[in-house]
């Protein structure tokens, strides 16, 4: 069985050479075959050539623009390997990487398989993954994803600059019939480098991305979807008195209605769009869901 670490950096050198060696450290352990490709993502700090120059056996591959998580793509159709684990430039593998990738190939309905985050902004645990239970999306800074999926249904979207790219991924995943699975025992350190993580970037992005999905793929019910959304992501901050949040979000609104007709529209099944609504938490409940309990609690007390 040969796999490919997949890894995309954007001038976090330091982090990205932490993240090869532990990795190399790491695979030196197994028998079986592995390769690492690195796509440097247009950095201007040196990471290209620090890694040329400590690593010349890792396949390394130097854009000359950010393109954001689209770069993955680049590593994907350069690596060899039957499976691509997909990881960032401050994130590592610590433990389980031959269980998941013999999981893997004892399931192959599983298209993609989320590892198990245990550090970092999202976690695994905040996310309630839990084996034996089909999702959709997945934390990327550790996954792994099948060559064979892959070619099928591709690699990240390009409309997608960064972040939710692999909620879309999960959808396609889904669509071809293939499944998103959880595996535990595969742990994933995030080290969370503060670079280039701006609240507000993170949140309008978050936003735009969000909605772009469900306009892409929803053909029942978008615009109550896409309404959902909105509301849900201004009530939770509001909620918390994060009053910026709460403009950050609009911000991600006014984003996606200016490109949303660019986007190309997939309808996905009844039975995919049902699922996407279960775990994705800004389109779970109506943002007058409160209301509803309330009037149901008064009731009872009658």
Not at 73 to 89: C, L, P, R, V
Request: hydrophobic content about 40%; charged content about 25%.
């Amino acid at each position: 069985m040969n796999a490919s670490f997949v890894i995309v950096n954007y001038n976090r050198k330091d982090e990205l050479l932490i993240t090869i060696q532990k990795t190399k450290d790491l695979i030196s352990t197994y028998k079986d075959t592995y390769e690492i490709v690195i796509v440097d993502n247009g950095s201007t700090d040196g990471s290209a050539e620090a890694v040329a120059a400590a690593h010349p056996d890792v396949n390394l591959i130097a854009q000359k623009v950010n393109t954001g998580a689209p770069a993955w793509n680049a590593g994907f159709a350069a690596a060899k390997g039957d499976y691509f684990i997909i990881m960032d430039d401050d994130s590592h593998i610590q433990s389980g990487l031959d269980e998941a990738l013999h999981y893997m190939e004892a399931r192959p309905q599983i298209g993609v398989l989320a590892l198990n985050v245990l550090t970092g902004p999202y976690t695994s645990k905040d996310w309630n993954m839990q084996e034996d239970r089909n999702i959709v999306g997945f934390i990327g800074c550790g996954a792994i994803l099948r060559r064979e999926t892959y070619n099928k249904i591709g690699g990240y979207p390009d409309w997608i600059f960064l972040y939710v790219n692999e909620w879309d991924v999960g959808m396609r995943c889904l669509a071809a019939g293939y499944t998103v699975q959880f595996f535990e025992n595969c742990k994933v350190i995030h080290r969370t480098s503060a670079l280039h993580r701006t609240n507000k970037r993170l949140t309008t992005l978050v936003n735009k991305h969000g909605m772009g999905i469900v306009y892409k793929y929803f053909g029942h019910k978008k615009t109550k979807y896409l309404l959902r959304h909105a509301l849900n992501n201004i009530k939770q901050a509001l909620k918390q008195f994060k009053f910026k949040e709460a403009w950050y979000v609009i911000l991600g609104v006014r984003e996606f209605l200016k490109f949303r007709k660019s986007i190309p529209l997939v309808p996905v099944s009844a039975e995919v769009q049902r699922q996407f609504i279960r775990e994705f938490h800004p389109v779970k409940e109506s943002p007058f869901e409160f209301i509803r309990k309330r009037v149901y609690k008064d009731k009872d007390r009658l």
